[in-house]
């Protein structure tokens, strides 16, 4: 088994920064590919970001290309999201997962502000 928790979430203006954190425990995330996907209200979960279990290959979506950055630390158990450049249309829940055996956390609320 393994638990996640996201935190990091909050309110900002368009154009602000915030990184989110998706922490591990139960179970090492050593040879797990990680995702983060986002859920707008009214709107299906959606791909955001992905990286594979080395760090060295990761994945966007078009519409954070350019925006986001997913990484990972292998020595905390934790996956990261810096999301520089917000706009309005990210505001969303964020959850991070795992591929393979499917492991979802509970999500944490970014709202941008125009």
């Known amino acids: 088994q393994v638990q996640l928790v996201e935190s990091g979430g909050g309110l900002v203006q368009a154009g602000g920064s915030l990184r989110l954190s998706c922490a591990a425990s139960g179970r090492t995330l050593i040879s797990y590919g990680m995702g983060w996907f986002r859920q707008a209200p009214g709107k299906e979960r959606a791909f955001v970001a992905s990286i594979n279990w080395t760090g060295v290959s990761t994945f966007y979506a078009d519409s954070v290309k350019g925006r986001f950055t997913i990484s990972r630390d292998m020595s905390t158990n934790t996956v990261f999201l810096q999301m520089n450049g917000l706009k309005p249309e990210d505001t969303a829940v964020y959850y991070c997962?795992?591929?393979?055996?499917?492991?979802w956390g509970q999500g944490t609320q970014v709202t941008v502000s125009s």
């Open positions: 997962r795992t591929y393979g055996d499917v492991y």
